[in-house]
């Protein structure tokens, strides 16, 4: 099992910058494929992006494709989102999330997919 934490949230004017960490406990970090994922006030859950377990090969969704940037650390134990030139609808409680994935070489794009949740950070784009 691991246990998930974000931080890095916030408040920042469009056309700012944040990165935002996913902290994980346990010793087997490298075994999980991870993703994370944003949900806006009204609306549902959506995937934003994803890392293999090795942290090799990234997938983004094509509204933050050359925005924002996935990557993860598998000596930290922890997972990143560079996030670029943020706009006000980037505005979301975000959520990393994570499976296990031995294979080492796939992408994981439905929520459904993850077993492990963090508990969210709040990113707020003002105008």
């Known amino acids: 099992q691991v246990q998930l934490v974000e931080s890095g949230g916030g408040l920042v004017q469009a056309g700012g910058s944040l990165r935002l960490s996913c902290a994980a406990s346990?010793?087997?970090?490298?075994?999980?494929?991870m993703g994370w994922f944003r949900q806006a006030p009204g609306k549902e859950r959506e995937f934003v992006a994803t890392?293999?377990?090795?942290?090799?090969?990234?997938y983004s969704a094509d509204s933050v494709k050359g925005r924002f940037i996935i990557s993860k650390d598998n000596a930290k134990n922890t997972m990143y989102l560079q996030m670029n030139s943020l706009k006000p609808e980037d505005t979301a409680v975000y959520y990393c999330?994570?499976?296990?994935?031995?294979?080492?070489?796939?992408?994981?794009?439905?929520?459904?997919?993850?077993?492990?949740w963090g508990q969210g950070t709040q990113v707020t784009v003002s105008s």
């Open positions: 999330a994570a499976r296990r994935d031995y294979s080492g070489g796939n992408y994981y794009i439905q929520s459904a997919a993850y077993d492990y």
């Open positions: 346990g010793r087997t970090f490298s075994s999980y494929a």
């Open positions: 890392v293999w377990s090795s942290g090799r090969n990234t």
